[in-house]
């Protein structure tokens, strides 16, 4: 089983598969927008593999008028699961699951739509987050 929370522990789910075998990046504007990032990172599974462990009560949607839809937890904002249209399938952000998952298959949707930015090449990389001092220093905030 893989057992997924949103970021205050309020909401808690389980995908009844033993492994995520396709995730995706989709780079259009709406999910730059639902993720708050660059790309939305997700999978897609069965709703039949799906439970809702706890804190289902404190979902929120948020629908456009497009069908674009984004449930996420009215006390932390993490986005949630939620149902693909009238599909009896369901999006899960790969962010909520409490594990490493190795994917076999990995996809990138609307890349027209990609943003410069997301290319992290010539960049300088950190294993932990560095001292405040040092983020001082790059972002100029002396």
């Known amino acids: ?22 995730i995706y990046q989709c780079h259009c ?3 730059r927008k639902q993720s708050g990032t660059h790309a939305n990172h997700a ?13 289902q009560d404190q979902i929120r949607t948020y629908k456009k008028e497009t069908g674009f839809t984004s449930s996420f937890c009215q006390n932390c904002g993490s986005p949630v699961p ?5 599909h009896p399938y369901l999006w899960i952000p790969l962010g909520l699951i409490e594990h490493d998952i190795e994917p076999q298959q990995r996809l990138n949707f609307c890349i027209s739509s990609k943003v410069t930015w997301a290319n992290l090449q010539h960049s300088i990389d950190y294993n932990e987050v560095p001292s405040w001092d040092t983020l001082k220093e790059f972002f100029k905030l002396n």
């Not at 893989?2 to 492994?19: D, P, R, S, T």
């Not at 599974?45 to 439970?51: D, L, P, R, T």
């Not at 939620?82 to 009238?86: D, E, F, L, R, S």
């Open 82 to 86: 939620n149902y693909i249209g009238t």
């Open 29 to 31: 504007s709406l999910c």
């Open 1 to 22: 089983m893989i057992n997924g929370q949103c970021l205050c522990g309020n909401i808690h789910f389980q995908i009844q598969q033993k492994k995520i075998e396709t």
């Open 43 to 55: 999978t897609m599974i069965k709703a039949e593999n799906f439970i809702w462990l706890k804190g």
